[in-house]
């Protein structure tokens, strides 16, 4: 094996550990039985998995499937897209009590995180801040709901949890957000001083 390749592949063995690690059964149901870790641990190493399989594509087939994601858009909007339909309360409900709909949820957040990393390389600060300016406020409706509603909102989990995972979420957003700005500043400081 060749020095180059070398990370590709260990990133790629990364990945699926990382996905095999997260659905052996005592671990899935541990994460799963807390909807604060089910969406904040579970929902990232998955996507993470997704991600770190990816690196691990050939450079030729790497560009060859960029054909359909221009400056990140396609696999961006459909990251958003999943993580919002991931986040309604009668998904997890039902991801905890059909197989088949656990297998989706798993299934499209590798993907999700699979489109994520080549996409956010490709986008601009311009693409980037419109995707976050619609995931982050998004995020943070759904935290507030999460947080604020005087019911359970998901039957398998109890409101304290349910309560959890909004504040939980809300910092998330937040973090976000400033990691975004910090990132974007620094990037417009070093094209300022390129010039």
Known sequence: MSA???PVVIRFAAGVALLAVSMLPPLRQTLE??????MLVQYPALMLAGALMTMALPPALALRLSTWNAVGISGLTATALILAVLMI????DLALLDPRVEGAKVAALLFA???LWPSWRAAGLMVQAFFLGSVVPMTIVIATLYQDSPVRLCNAYRIDDQQQLGL???WIAGTVTVGWFVHAGRHLLLADAGE
């Open 33 to 38: 039985s807390s909807m604060s870790l089910h």
């Open 168 to 170: 939980g979420l809300l």
């Open 113 to 115: 995180g699979a489109v």
């Open 89 to 92: 309360p009668r998904v997890l």
């Open 4 to 6: 180059a390749r070398k």
